[in-house]
């Protein structure tokens, strides 16, 4: 029992990185959506002259959704769950608020900066870390201050014990860390040149393979540590608090994470079957990709469990609905994925749309999906008002729902399609088709896919409309509900 | 035994640490010198070329065109020899992309001339109907940054060692004196150009980023 | 000895040592929870029970003093 009865848990930082989760959000989906579009139509490739072609666009989209939303998401459910399950507020530290504050404001500039040094070109061309050494040392700080203010508030903790969502959160904390460094350690070319050309240059520490090598190490494991790790952390929270029902089993949520952790990252050279790395690397990937499915389904199936004879809940709320269907996604995805890195599979599936299939039935279902129930979840316990809409929230849910399996579908045909149109032979065993025959054919595929991203942009909408309402004009809550989040 | 893994942050994150470093150790680290190594005969990238891959960075071509030719019948028929660790032994960074929304790239110089691309680049849907590429007509008036692609050769020749010749020192001067053989160089890529703004801007002294894109796709062989 | 040869050695006894771990710690979770030590699945209410003034759901090790009283 404590002695001071008026402490409050203090969401100050929590409820700015709320904000910019929305803001970038919507951004990066109109991004998305727009580049989907593009491929359909081409025409629209020339809204923005230099700056709006599909290339250059592309990695905005990609980075704002990721290091922009996502992470957001990720600070902004950081810094709520992880006092509640620490029992400590952030007001009882003046050093651990301002490390908050400092660590939203310099990543809310930071990403401003980076995103438009990207929209410029400044860009190392290697997927998800494109930004160049500049813009690579604001965001070491901005990491290196976010785990200050983590290991500073665990250091202060009342509760001994580490829910398994702050081992999560740690787990994303260091593999990003690691990771991040390694991939983009480069020499600037201003500084080793004697000051000739420009100072935003730089060339990689490492070459052809080896560089494939890091960077897909990175690659694969910005989704394991980004989309993966902080969002189990999320579900670990969200599902159990707004159920009233403890996690089905806590040991088996332990062993998943080891799990996860020791994989995942073997995985990595899935990316980079039948290149030019050594086989025994490809052989692994492939291996470590297959095994990876039972720490993944681990936690999924775990949380599908903890609903155990409260399926009732899912009729009753639409967060739950969220909640169980993003865990579905995520065992939809984790299946997928494996199946991919087998060898004779990959064969036909790299390099086609399917990669981007498999990767936004992950996002968009899965990630995406858990940001936002979590953000829902936490709206009335910020803010201590009443979330706006029940009805908004249920038809934002059909609406991305049926978006997120256009997406893929649509997807699926169009990578396979084109997989096995590269390699058709005709009797003479000469190429059957030119390569323009395999872009044509896929027109409709691509128009079905901007499609689904107009409706899923337009649920999001829905969400940041109904999450803005539940801020100003939600029906004030007297006292914080206790699980079931209330909704009018 | 285990109970310190729930309430000592720093060990758990000590073993979290040494359990996803594990596989980078195992996987990365114990082929790096072999896989650096170039094949007999590889060049280092001429400055013009260098300047070339640094707009072919800048507008992501990776997004859509892949630089890695697969060990299949399919992939060798339509795009030449299948690619080899050690042609990529000067690229910093690796260019292999990982989508092919447009066809590789790896061995374009081949098969595509000088005048295709220069087409190609100002209005796709010319030269390949039914073409879903935007054109990119700014690359024949955005002027190349020379400099900075010989501040790259030079550190490269530098700090890894990759044999460029003794005329590469890290002065002004040397820099002002290797101008000429860069304009040189464009010389004999617009010689096979049409465009009359090009032409003036390489006479005048400027390179357009589409000349140094043209020298570098045509040194992909 | 080759960079190769040592990695092989390498990977495959941390493999090993790495999978003795996990199933000791598989059995250790297990056995503690048998012997009366440990309550993991108590932790789980880590989140439901997450007021500021609640009180902490810790896992230290029960002492006997702490026993006594919970018994009563």
Redesign the interface.
Known sequence: ??SN?A???DYTVAKLFTFTTILFGILGMIIGTLIAA??AF?EL??LL??YG????L??VHTTVVIYGFTLSGVFATFYYVS???L???MAESKFIMFMGKFHFWLYFVGALLATISLLL???????YA?YEWPIDIVIVIIWVSWGVAM?AL?GIR????????M?YY??CF??VA?LYL?NNMA?P??F???G???IM?S?????????????W?WGHNAVAFVFTVPIVAMI??FL??ES?Q??Y???LS??SF??L??I???A??H?LL?????DW?QT?GSVFSVVLILPSWGSAINMLLTMKGEWNQLTENPLIKFMVLASTFYMLSTLEGPIQAIKSVN?IA????W??GHVHDGVLGWVVFMIMAGLFHMAPRMFKKEIYSKNLLEAQFWLQTTAVVLYFTSMWIAGITQGMM????DEYG??MYS??DT??VLHPYYAIRALSGVLYLTGFLMFAYNMIKTMTSGRELSEEPQ?RSPMA | MFHWL??N?FF??VG??I??????LI??LP??AE??RPVVGLKPYTVLELAGK?V?????????H?Q?I???K??T??YGQY?????????????????????DLHRVGNYRTTDWHENHMWEPTDV?????????K?HFT?IA?I??????A???K???ATPYGDEFQ???EA?EAHKAVVLAEAKTITADMKNKDVKEAVAAGKIPEIVALIAYLNRLK | MEIRELQAYASFFMSIF?VVI?YW??IY??RS?KKGDKD?????????D???????????SVTPSEKKEKDK
């Open positions: 029992m404590q009865a402490l409050e848990y593009q491929l081409p490739n020339y002259g230099e072609t599909f290339s250059r592309r990695p006092q509640r399950v029992k400590v507020s070109g400044y860009s190392q061309s290697k997927e494109q290991f665990i009342r509760e001994k014990a580490l829910y398994i969502s081992w740690i787990a260091l593999g690691m390694f020499v070319t201003y080793a040149s004697g000739l050309g420009s240059h060339v990689s520490m490492y070459s052809g393979t080896n560089d494939a090598l890091v960077q190490w670990y929270y159990p608090k009233g403890a996690i089993s806590y040991k332990l062993l080891w799990g952790m020791f995942y990252l073997w990595g050279s990316h039948w290149s030019t790395v050594p690397m692994m064969a790299h390099f086609t749309d990669i981007p590269w390699r058709a032979v000469n190429l390569f323009i872009v044509t699980f | 729930e309430k942050p758990f994150s979290v640490f359990v996803i470093a594990f596989a980078g996987e990365i082929n790096f896989a650096s640094e072919y960075k800048k507008d992501n071509c990776i997004a859509c892949s890695l697969r060990p299949f399919s992939e028929d339509r690619s080899l660790s050690g042609e990529y032994a000067y690229d910093r960074p690796f260019l292999w992309g990982s989508k092919r929304t447009g066809p390949v109907p039914g073409s879903i590429m935007p054109a990119y700014h955005n940054d400099e900075t692609a010989y501040a790259e030079v550190t490269v530098n700090v890894f890290a002065t002004k820099w | 790495l996990l710690y598989i979770l297990y929870e993991y699945e108590k932790l789980g209410n880590i989140a439901l997450d007021e500021i003034d609640s009180r902490p759901i810790n896992t230290s």
